[in-house]
């Protein structure tokens, strides 16, 4: 059973469109964030989730939309894609205690063209 | 917000060799842990060991071990007797109790292991 699960794994879609990525974790965490990976493989937060309540927003273009349904699922909204948002972005989740790990999924590469 | 710095961008050790990556941080908070990820290349973020702060003893895992200096705001891996799996990008990680929880990242350093 998969922990942290995001689709789609690949996703390659024209400039200007809106897409979406899912994600949905298994673990009870309550806890859940969206990262993005550059061309240069670095890791920035984006969003962070808490039973469905945002708490972190980091300066992220407002084209960018996270919606927490329930507190297992954290799906990203992408509104009228631009070349530069392509990336590989990972969903992950954890308990929001001292020491507890991040669960990662196996991100998506976003493609703009 | 906490930075978190790894020096070399690449490194190379032979099969059966030792190697250190390098991690330093910059906090002042007391309480927090430290972590170091691995991602292959399949992009899977793999949880390599922690180390909680309070802790004054290394973390051991097998044949990943930490050298952690709470002082120097240092964490260093080493990964002994390295395997060809071993290749990978490995991202070292602060986690902080305060702020929202968050994880910060280090920029990765890429690990090639030589046959």
């Known amino acids: 059973d998969t922990a942290v699960s995001q689709t789609p794994k690949y996703l390659v879609t024209q400039m200007g469109n809106d897409k979406s990525i899912k994600c949905e974790q298994n673990l009870g965490h309550d806890t859940m964030y969206w990262y993005k990976q550059d061309s240069k493989k670095f890791l920035k937060i984006m969003f962070s989730y808490n039973n469905k309540e945002l708490i972190i927003n980091e300066t992220v273009p407002n084209r960018f939309s996270p919606k927490s349904p329930d507190k297992a699922h954290l799906n990203l909204h992408i509104n009228s894609l631009e070349l530069g948002d392509s990336a590989v972005y990972f969903c992950a989740s954890s308990l929001p205690v001292r020491g507890a790990e991040a669960f990662f999924g196996q991100g998506t590469r976003l493609t703009v063209v | 917000a906490q930075t978190v710095t790894q020096s070399q961008p690449e490194m190379s050790v032979q099969e059966a060799e030792t190697v250190t990556l390098s991690c330093t941080y910059d906090?002042?908070?007391?309480?927090?842990?430290l972590f170091w990820y691995k991602q292959p290349p399949s992009r899977q973020m793999i949880l390599v060991i922690r180390q909680e702060a309070y802790k004054q003893q290394n973390a051991t895992e097998n044949r990943f071990s930490v050298n952690f200096q709470k002082a120097a705001k240092s964490f260093s891996l080493k990964i002994s007797d390295s395997q060809l799996g071993d290749a990978a990008m490995y991202f070292c990680a602060y986690r902080s109790r305060y702020t929202g929880n968050q994880f910060y990242f280090g920029t990765g350093t890429s690990l090639t292991v030589i046959p």
């Open positions: 906090t002042s908070e007391s309480d927090y842990y």
